[in-house]
Nanobody
Framework: EVQLVASGGGLVQAGGSLRLSCVAS????????MGWFRQVTGNEREFLAA????????YYSSSVKDRFAISKDNAKNMVYLQMNSLKPEDTAVYYC???????????????WGQGTRVTVSS
């Protein structure tokens, strides 16, 4: 059974940083990609970043590419999202997802973690 568990969210002041983690289990990383999205209540899920688990390919939303960085640790089955220079508008629930390609299209993700909430205070 595929499971994704996201963690690392919390309350941070504007200008601060957080690192989100997503641990995956139940599948072999080779040939897959992992991504991060976020969602504000009432809005659609927004793509942030994705990374190939087989190589070095990454893909970012232009809205966060200068502040956020996605990385992985295949040995630990982990994917991370380093978020810097956080702004109040970054407040959302952040989700990690599993796809078969590096993509920013939500429908191409087959599995999702439960989400971790990030609140950025002004």
């Amino acid at each position: 059974e595929v499971q994704l568990v996201a963690s690392g969210g919390g309350l941070v002041q504007a200008g601060g940083s957080l690192r989100l983690s997503c641990v995956a289990s139940g599948f072999t990383f080779d040939g897959y990609a992992m991504g991060w999205f976020r969602q504000v209540t009432g809005n659609e899920r927004e793509f942030l970043a994705a990374i190939s688990m087989s190589g070095d390919a990454t893909y970012y939303s232009s809205s966060v590419k200068d502040r956020f960085a996605i990385s992985k640790d295949n040995a630990k089955n982990m994917v991370y999202l380093q978020m810097n220079s956080l702004k109040p508008e970054d407040t959302a629930v952040y989700y990690c997802g599993l796809a078969q390609v590096v993509t920013g299209i939500e429908d191409q993700y087959d599995y999702w973690g439960q989400g971790t909430r990030v609140t950025v205070s002004s």
